[in-house]
């Protein structure tokens, strides 16, 4: 027995053989750069004679330790030509690797970025998704408009808010529980028009992580996910303009060098011209009797960032946004309606490297997000009003103290004003002067750690703590948020992977409607109104198919929550300062099962992704009322039992590529009147008077709406001696497949004008729609 055991545990890779003695050790670490100068997150770095290796972080730095030697670093990216140096370690080492694009970079374009089939089923996290903008760029978008929310939208586990919306559902939980980053800065509100298109110009980004579970600890203060958006950094070597022209939009990006390689900049602009067309109309029909003069739109964005090097052990990085939509109707009578909302962002971050294995970034940031309505009728105006402002500063430290232990650190302080509501009214001869303005402020701050640590070549843990508190006025809260994970390999084919995480919200965003709208308020945790909580406990399987081609993961959930958010029937939302009044709280929980197939490498590449899943909340009677659904269980609006999405990508020569995607989903859930009584149908009552119609509701979203399902088609290409310049169609909605985008009742009147019945017709938004985009890169 005292020798079983032993063998047992070195067979289950639970226990590391003992070692003679090893020859010195050193320090083997750099960045990965393109050739153009772009670091390159998730290059993979190997020594394939030790069957070692690692892959780049997120600003494209590597370390490896080694034994002293000669040595071949193996170093690969995809769309990037594979670099083989070799290396005499005899002191710690430090290299500056630059990768050349692939001549036929799309010939192994991956579906998710850099990351590897390998390297996903290696390590510790599950439920993450990593999308490389130029997967994005070959799929068939809706006018054209590459969006990166609506291709995670195609993942498993996510939702979308409805037909043709970048909003983000993911396992359960609601738009407003999701942290979405743009280089570590907060964005509040991610969409345009109303949430037809996200505000991230894809030109700009460079890589997308989606965290559907297993937290890492330096995340927090949203429960369902976080979308972390990486910007480019621009071209070192050359000053090049980037664009397109497309249906709706068009977009400009130039880039270059500074100070000779020292750092690099980019700067990125969009704007749609919707207004420019409608603006011409109105003017055309200016006058006519019988004409309807069109409101205009338009939106914008505004992305830059710039980089430089100020020695070997610092750096400084330097990012802004700015993004509005403007919505405005001008009337002959003099009636003018003008609503404008958006984000602007900015953040400094100072990288500095201690030693090869410790570094530290600092960043200080700020988020702001507004909308205005005004409206003006002669020399009355009237205008509404509500903002979010952030100020953010926090430090985060790296160190590998060995080839074992990945150790993360850090702290966070976020200064919040919350511009709650902001009427006023005045007329021009002063006889009406209103004005209202509730503001609070609130104080959010959080520690955190955590260690990676791979126990053995089959086994890895990682277990990080967060501690959190948030302070708004005289109230305070705060709590633990403990987050681990395990990976456990049966060979270098099969893995199985267990993660837990609790997390805490502590704003809210205030709504009275199932779509995330400009107009929603956000809300911080005061008085009555508790910060929202939930856990969650996920697992899966991992296989690496047909010599490691495919990949196939099979993931179960079961999330739940607490102090979830709902208003009372008839809430007063706007310009309320007793709003934690109108606030109700109950319980979530959703589970479900995600099946996921990837391809990467190929000509051939693509995704097939199917989620069985439920969702649930309960609101029991409080504060006077009757609870939500008289205190019975109520699916979400959103909960959709399955979903089913297949991705195909297919290069069929250096010049054409071929793209289909195909979604199929059950219909979201709507709440629907099971009839109608008037006052003829009282006993007793008049008669000869006009019914009012009453309707009589069922349960809450006891009505599902039908199946939705879409076939997007696309076709890229290039053109030009250097193939820098290409032609994108894309067919949104191929088959003509009218989808509900919500269904309401028409009245049935007879020749009387009384009201006989109704009749259910649905709304559907998008029928086949052609774009076309041109694209160049000089």
């Known amino acids: 027995m005292r020798h079983i055991l032993p063998g047992l545990l070195l067979g289950l890779g639970l226990l590391r053989p003992a ?30 004679a030790l069957s070692t290796g690692t892959a780049a972080d997120s600003v494209g730095r590597f370390v490896l330790s080694l034994p002293a030697g000669r040595h071949q670093v193996v170093v690969a990216f995809v769309g990037y030509q594979q670099f083989t140096r070799e290396v005499n370690l005899t002191r710690n080492q430090r290299l500056n690797l630059a990768l050349e694009e692939s001549g036929n970079e799309l010939g192994e374009v991956i579906v998710e970025g850099a990351v590897t089939l390998e390297q996903k089923l290696k390590t510790t996290q599950m439920g993450v998704e990593h999308l490389s903008i130029r997967e994005a760029k ?10 990166i929310l609506k291709t995670l939208q195609l993942k498993p586990g996510v939702q979308s808010g409805g037909e043709g919306t970048s909003g983000l559902f993911v396992r359960g939980g609601s738009s407003d529980q999701n942290l979405v980053l743009l280089d570590n ?7 345009h028009l109303f949430g037809l298109f996200s505000v991230f110009n894809s030109d700009a980004v460079q890589s997308v992580d989606l965290y559907k579970s297993g937290f890492p600890a330096q995340f927090g203060g949203r429960l ?15 000053y090049v303009a980037t664009g397109g022209v497309g249906l709706i939009s068009s977009r400009l990006t130039y880039e270059g060098p500074i100070n000779k390689g020292k750092g690099s900049f980019i700067v990125s602009g969009r704007r749609t011209y919707f207004d420019v067309f409608t603006r011409a109309l109105n003017k055309a029909n200016e006058g006519k009797p019988d004409y309807d003069p069109i409101p205009d739109y338009f939106f914008y964005d505004l992305n830059a960032k710039a980089n430089y090097t100020l020695g070997e052990q610092d750096q400084l990085f330097l990012t802004g946004y700015l993004g509005r939509d403007v919505f405005g109707f001008n009337s002959p009578n003099g009636f003018n309606f003008t609503f404008d909302w958006g984000n602007t962002l900015g953040s400094l971050r100072w990288n500095h490297v201690f030693s090869p294995r410790l570094f530290a970034n600092t960043t200080v940031s700020v988020s702001d ?4 309505l005004t409206n003006r009728f002669d020399q009355f105006t009237f205008g509404l009003g509500s903002s979010i402002r952030d100020y953010t500063g926090r430090t985060d430290f790296e160190y590998a103290p060995n080839d074992r232990h990945v150790l993360k650190a850090g702290a966070v302080l976020t200064q919040h004003v919350f511009g709650v509501g902001r009427a006023e009214a005045n007329s021009g001869d002063g006889r009406v002067n209103f004005g209202a303005n509730v503001k609070y402020y609130g104080l959010d701050g959080a520690l955190y750690a955590s260690d990676n640590y791979k126990a053995t070549d089959k086994l890895q843990l990682e277990g990080g703590l967060r501690l959190s508190g948030f302070r708004s006025g005289n109230n305070q809260y705060g709590g633990l948020e403990p987050r681990a994970a395990a990976r456990y390999s049966f060979n270098d084919r099969t893995s199985f992977k267990l993660n837990y995480a609790l997390m805490y919200q502590y704003v809210h965003l205030v709504s009275n409607s199932g779509a995330s709208l400009p107009t929603d308020i956000w809300y911080p945790s005061r008085l009555s109104v508790k910060p929202q909580r939930s856990q969650q406990l996920s697992s899966g399987a991992s296989f690496l198919l047909g010599q490691g081609k495919y990949l196939l993961t099979n993931e179960v959930y079961y999330k739940w929550g607490r102090n979830q958010v709902d208003f009372r029937d008839g809430a007063q939302l706007f310009v309320n300062p007793e709003l934690d009044t109108e606030f109700i709280f109950g319980r979530s929980w959703s589970y479900g099962n995600e099946v996921y197939l990837e391809k990467k490498t190929g000509k051939t590449t693509g995704w097939v992704g199917y989620t069985l899943a439920w969702s649930w909340r309960n609101f029991q009677p409080q504060r006077g009322t009757t609870g939500v659904n008289n205190g019975a269980d109520f699916h979400p609006n959103y909960d959709r039992r399955h979903n089913l999405t297949v991705v195909l990508l297919h290069q069929l020569n250096k010049r054409i590529n071929l793209t289909a995607s195909f979604i199929y989903t059950s219909g979201g859930r709507a709440t629907l009147p099971l009839g109608r009584f008037g006052i003829q149908d009282i006993p007793g009552s008049r008669t000869g008077i006009d019914p009012r119609p009453v309707p009589v509701y069922p349960d809450r979203n006891s009505y599902q709406l039908i199946p939705y399902h879409r076939l997007d088609l696309g076709v890229v290409y290039k053109i030009g001696s250097r193939l820098n310049q290409d032609l994108t169609l894309s067919i949104y909605n191929a088959y003509n497949r009218r989808n509900a985008y919500f269904v309401f009742f028409e009245t049935i009147e007879d020749a009387n004008e009384r009201i006989t019945g109704f009749q259910a017709q649905q709304v559907s938004l998008f029928p086949v729609i052609p774009s076309l985009t041109y694209n160049f890169r000089f």
């Open 19 to 48: 070692r003679a003695q090893e020859a010195p050790r050193f320090t083997l670490s750099g960045t990965v750069r393109g050739g153009r100068g772009e670091v390159l997150p998730g290059a993979s770095v190997a020594v394939p």
């Open 138 to 147: 070959l799929l068939p978008a809706l006018f054209g408009e590459v969006d």
């Open 185 to 191: 800065t907060l964005v509040y509100n991610p969409n």
């Open 224 to 238: 369902s996910s976080v979308v972390d958006v990486k910007l480019r950094e621009g071209d070192r070597q050359n």
């Open 369 to 372: 997000y507004k909308y205005n």
